[in-house]
C-alpha cells in the first residue's frame, strides 16, 4: 500500500491486522471476502470495518447514498463490532 499524504503508513501490525479485515465479508450485506477495509476515522486503522465494494464505494455505500445502511438500519459502529465478533470468534 502507497502512504496518503492525509495518514501515516501502516506499520506492520496495522498492516496485518486491515489484512485480517479484508479477508472477512462484508459487515453490512454478508457478501463473501475479501472485503474493502473502511476506517471509521481516516488512519486509525484498528477501526477498520470489512466491506463489499457495493457497501464502500458504490451506491449503496457508505460513501454514496447509504441505501443498504439505511435498509439493514446500520451504523458504522455496528458495522465495526460485527467485523470485531468475526475477527476474534
Same mark, same amino acid.
Not at 13 to 22: A, F, I, P, W, Y
Not at 50 to 78: P, Q, S
Given at each position: 500500500?502507497?502512504?496518503?499524504?492525509?495518514? +501515516?503508513?501502516?506499520?506492520?501490525?496495522?498492516?496485518?491486522?486491515?489484512?485480517?479485515?479484508?479477508?472477512? +465479508? @462484508?459487515?453490512? @450485506?454478508?457478501?463473501?471476502?475479501?472485503?474493502?477495509?473502511?476506517? =471509521?476515522?481516516?488512519?486509525?486503522?484498528?477501526?477498520? =470495518?470489512?466491506? @463489499?465494494?457495493?457497501?464502500?464505494?458504490?451506491?449503496?455505500? *457508505?460513501?454514496?447514498?447509504? *441505501?443498504?445502511?439505511? =435498509?439493514?438500519?446500520?451504523?458504522?459502529?455496528?458495522?465495526?463490532? *460485527?467485523?470485531?465478533?468475526?475477527?476474534?470468534?
Amino acid at each position: 500500500m502507497t502512504a496518503s499524504k492525509n495518514k +501515516p503508513r501502516m506499520t506492520q501490525d496495522e498492516r496485518s491486522h486491515v489484512g485480517k479485515v479484508k479477508s472477512l +465479508p @462484508c459487515a453490512v @450485506c454478508d457478501t463473501p471476502g475479501p472485503s474493502d477495509a473502511h476506517e =471509521i476515522k481516516q488512519g486509525a486503522w484498528y477501526t477498520s =470495518i470489512a466491506l @463489499c465494494r457495493d457497501c464502500h464505494m458504490g451506491r449503496n455505500g *457508505i460513501h454514496g447514498e447509504k *441505501i443498504m445502511w439505511r =435498509i439493514k438500519k446500520m451504523h458504522e459502529l455496528d458495522a465495526l463490532n *460485527i467485523t470485531l465478533k468475526r475477527l476474534f470468534t
